[in-house]
């Protein structure tokens, strides 16, 4: 039953058939489905797959971008059931999260927020193509206490670097805790670049921002 329903919302987006992938969401939440698990195994399964047909030449950005927005609507549904969890939960702190500059990737970035918020973070998102200057300025200004960067592209993950670096340069290292996640992001190289944690996938990244956190 569980598989089922998976399978249906992983079919509906690599049709990119939107209402269908709202429908089925609809489904899985009245059926009592984990909305984050929905994500892990229908939405993003989806996504990857789509990945591999865009790598193989098999599919094009256009088809990409269809997936994209079928994989949105159905986060959409699945978005007031998790941030239902949020507001009866203690606050655990302050997250800002931005996606790199470069990069304007945000589908996973989008559900690490929303698995925060569920989680019991106060969650600040300022979006897609953010430069490090502008990340390190709304973190003041949100006085958050953790700072979390999201990239897609090989490309655009030495941003992360250069983040850090900026932070111990002007002698805020200790002032915000970092971390890092997006598909090419690995805990090998988090560690390499300094930051404090790494998430492989919104559960992981929340629970070690709550760790962080001594929470
Ligand atoms: Co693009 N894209 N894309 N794309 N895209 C990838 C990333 C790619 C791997 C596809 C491929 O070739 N196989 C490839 C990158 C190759 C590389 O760098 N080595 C690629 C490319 C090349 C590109 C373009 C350059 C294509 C072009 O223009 N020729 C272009 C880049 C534009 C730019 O950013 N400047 C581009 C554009 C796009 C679309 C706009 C069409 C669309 C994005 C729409 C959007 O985000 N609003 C898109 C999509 C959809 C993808 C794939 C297919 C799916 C990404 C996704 O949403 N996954 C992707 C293939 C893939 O990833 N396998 C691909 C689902 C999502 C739930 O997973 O984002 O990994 P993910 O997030 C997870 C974890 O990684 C983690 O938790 C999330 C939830 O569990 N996580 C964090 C993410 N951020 C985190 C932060 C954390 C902690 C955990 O802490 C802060």
Do not use: C, W
Request: without cysteine; aromatic residues 6%.
């Amino acid at each position: 039953m569980l598989e089922a329903i998976y399978g249906q919302l992983e079919e509906a987006i690599i049709e990119f058939d939107a209402d269908k992938a709202k429908a089925i969401a609809r489904k899985g939440v009245a059926t009592g489905l984990d909305p984050v698990e929905m994500i892990n195994q229908g939405i993003r399964q989806a996504l990857e797959l789509m990945g591999e047909r865009f790598s193989a030449g098999n599919v094009f950005l256009p088809e990409l971008m269809l997936a994209a927005e079928a994989a949105d609507a159905a986060v959409g549904i699945l978005e007031p059931e998790l941030l239902k969890r949020g507001r009866t939960r203690e606050q655990l702190g302050k997250v800002l999260i931005a996606t790199v500059e470069g990069d304007i990737h945000d589908i996973g970035k989008n559900i690490v927020a929303l698995v925060m918020k569920s989680a019991g973070f106060e969650v600040f998102d300022i979006g897609i193509d953010k430069k490090n200057s502008e990340i390190l300025e709304a973190a003041k200004k949100f006085e958050v206490d953790v700072i979390g960067l999201s990239a897609l592209l090989t490309t655009t993950i030495p941003r992360m670097k250069e983040f850090i670096e900026i932070l111990q340069e002007s002698g805020l290292r200790d002032r915000f805790k970092v971390i890092v996640g997006g598909a090419p992001v690995t805990k090998d190289f988090a560690e390499k670049i300094g930051a404090d944690g790494y998430g492989a996938d919104a559960p992981r990244a929340s629970e070690i921002t709550r760790r962080l956190l001594g929470k």
